[in-house]
């Protein structure tokens, strides 16, 4: 199995909680942009970074819906950077915020 780092994996529990939030938020969420909304995603996904002393930063949202980000801190060199994009940064942001289309790290 994929190893993902223990403060992402606390947080894969807030995919649902994000998905459920973006729903209900779904006429507002239609008003605010892109990045507004992929930004307050990921706040809701931060502090299980941060509790390993990482985090992310969107560095860009290109109109096609590609989200590009930058890891920080203990995130630059984690061995499980990789996976915790795929299995809970891009799922979180592809399911939760309407219009991503991809998640890539720079």
């Known amino acids: 199995a994929a190893s993902v780092c223990p403060g992402a994996r606390r947080q894969a529990a ?8 973006e729903t209900g938020l779904m006429g507002n969420a239609l008003s605010r ?8 995603a990921l706040d809701l996904l931060r502090p299980g970074m941060l509790a390993d002393g990482g985090s992310v930063e969107v560095v860009d949202v ?3 819906g590609t989200v ?15 996976t915790t994009l795929r299995l809970v940064l891009e799922p979180a942001l592809r399911e939760g915020v309407a219009g991503v289309t991809s ?3 720079v």
């Open 14 to 21: 807030l995919n649902r909680a994000l998905r459920l939030a």
């Open 33 to 40: 942009n892109l990045r507004e909304r992929v930004e307050h």
């Open 62 to 64: 290109e109109d096609d």
């Open 68 to 82: 590009r980000i930058a890891f920080l801190g203990a995130c630059i060199r984690c061995p499980a950077q990789s």
């Open 103 to 105: 998640v890539l790290p």
